[in-house]
């Protein structure tokens, strides 16, 4: 399948990367992260949460860093799986994650980030249309929620990455970085249950 048209720009550092991010929003242009693009791609070519401009992290260097005490978000899963330096935890989660191709071209921080996602949400717009919309998807719809009808103040789709868990266990902390500056939090905390928000990161 087609993916719609999008800009795809290409920072060469954190910094351009949070600079591009920040003339978007003020601008109100919608935007994604890619990393390696093994969820958000099929995404795309299912036309599904499409935005006007994709920011890739793939020319940014220095942050594919693999040891025991951190972990760069585009560190490969295939590279995690086969480290001897990270926990036994992680390299065994990352091991387990899809097929090898995947984990080839999969990111830690991708798996982290990724979206929520239900049976209704994870189909073409058409389908969506032809059955009824998504409370997530098509969210000015104010349409209900498909799993647990009959109210559109909750969505319950959800997280569907495989490291998480284990790295909860460990008590990890992510060093998020945006426009409004850097923090750091326990990645148990760095979860929401609502399945809209998903995480407490912002643009």
Not at 92 to 97: I, L
Not at 143 to 166: E, F, K
């Amino acid at each position: 399948m087609l993916m719609p048209p999008f800009e795809l720009h290409l920072p060469n550092t954190v910094e351009e990367a949070c600079g591009i991010a920040a003339d978007l929003l003020n601008s109100g242009e919608e935007f994604d992260w890619i990393a390696g693009g093994t969820d958000l791609i099929p995404n795309y070519k299912w036309h599904i949460n499409t935005k006007p401009h994709v920011i890739s992290l793939t020319k940014i260097a220095g942050i594919d860093t693999i040891s025991m005490t951190e972990i760069g978000c585009m560190a490969r899963l295939s590279n995690i799986a086969e480290s001897d330096s990270v926990h036994p935890l992680v390299a065994e989660a990352a091991s387990k994650v899809a097929s090898s191709l995947i984990r080839r071209n999969a990111t830690l921080g991708g798996n982290l980030c990724l979206d929520t996602r239900c049976f209704w949400f994870n189909q073409t717009e058409e389908w969506r249309s032809s059955i009824d919309w998504c409370h997530k998807c098509d969210c000015g719809t104010g349409s209900d929620c498909r799993v647990i009808p009959n109210q559109n103040t909750l969505c319950v789709a959800t997280y569907q990455g495989d490291i998480a868990p284990n790295l909860m266990v460990l008590n990890a902390t992510v060093h998020l970085i945006g426009p409004k500056g850097a923090r750091s939090v326990l990645l148990h905390d760095f979860y929401q249950l609502d399945g809209m928000t998903r995480n407490i990161l912002e643009p």
